[in-house]
């Protein structure tokens, strides 16, 4: 009911899906596959080392279900990469307010 008449879009983000439980991947599977969700936006992380495309992982099920269902222009896939350390430290420096120098003992 609460994204069926919502003027503005609703975005849920849930981290670590490699961990969810079965009982769990079908509620969000019956969620994003719902008729009548509009303005609904989900985003899924997962590692992508522990659950592969081909895998018999209930998330690698979960969705090729949600994929076959809802079809596949309204599933994105985006594999990100780790960050570099020169990242980490980067964005320390930027958060803290910090010189380099002062957080290269947490990043180095």
């Known amino acids: 009911a609460l994204c069926r008449k919502q003027v503005r879009p609703i975005m849920m983000f849930i981290d ?16 994003l596959k719902s008729d009548g969700l509009k303005q609904f936006l989900f985003i899924g992380a ?7 495309s081909h895998d018999h992982h209930p998330l690698a099920k979960c969705m090729l279900d949600i994929e076959s ?16 350390p020169s ?11 910090k010189d380099p120098a002062e957080v290269s003992v947490i990043t180095d």
Not at 46 to 52: C, L
Not at 69 to 84: K, N, Q, T, W, Y
Not at 87 to 97: G, P, R
């Open 87 to 97: 990242d980490v430290t980067q964005f320390i420096v930027d958060s803290l307010e």
């Open 69 to 84: 269902s809802v079809g596949d222009e309204a599933v994105r896939r985006m594999e990100i990469g780790g960050l570099a």
């Open 46 to 52: 997962y590692r992508s080392n522990e659950v592969k």
């Open 16 to 31: 670590d899906l490699q961990w969810a439980d079965e009982a769990s991947l079908d509620v969000l599977s019956s969620l």
